[in-house]
C-alpha cells in the first residue's frame, strides 16, 4: 500500500473479492453491467443490472481506484443493496443489455 492511500484499503478489497465471486451470499443477486460513462471530473460510473431490468446498482470510480480494480462482466450484491428502475424504457434497455453480457461474457471476465 503506498503511504497516504489507507482509505483506498477496504475499498479495493471488497471490489476485488466482489469481482472474484468468493463474496456471493445466499441473498445475493447476480448483475451484469450495462452501462459505463466517464465525466469531466475524471469520474468512471458503472451501472450494473439483473437480467430483468428491475434492479440496478451504480457505483462510481476515480480513475485511480479504476487503475487498482478490474471491473468485471458481472458482480453478485445483497438484494438489499439494489435500486428500483422506474422508467419502463430504462428497465427495457438494461434487460436487453444485461442479458446481452450474460450470453457473451463471463461474470468474472474483465470489460
Not at 61 to 87: F, N, Q
Request: hydrophobic letters at 40%.
Amino acid at each position: 500500500m503506498v503511504e497516504g492511500d489507507e482509505w483506498y484499503a477496504v475499498p479495493v478489497r471488497w471490489l476485488q473479492t466482489v469481482a472474484a465471486g468468493t463474496a456471493c451470499m445466499a441473498d445475493d443477486v447476480r448483475l451484469w453491467m450495462v452501462e459505463r460513462s466517464y465525466d469531466t471530473r475524471n469520474l468512471i460510473t458503472v451501472v450494473y443490472a439483473t437480467t430483468d431490468g428491475d434492479r440496478y446498482h451504480q457505483k462510481e470510480l476515480s480513475a485511480t481506484m479504476l487503475s487498482r480494480t478490474e471491473v468485471t462482466a458481472a458482480v453478485d450484491l445483497p438484494r438489499d443493496t439494489l435500486e428500483p428502475v422506474d422508467d419502463e424504457q430504462r428497465r427495457q434497455r438494461y434487460a436487453t443489455e444485461a442479458t446481452r453480457m450474460a450470453e457473451t461474457h463471463a461474470p468474472d471476465e474483465a470489460v
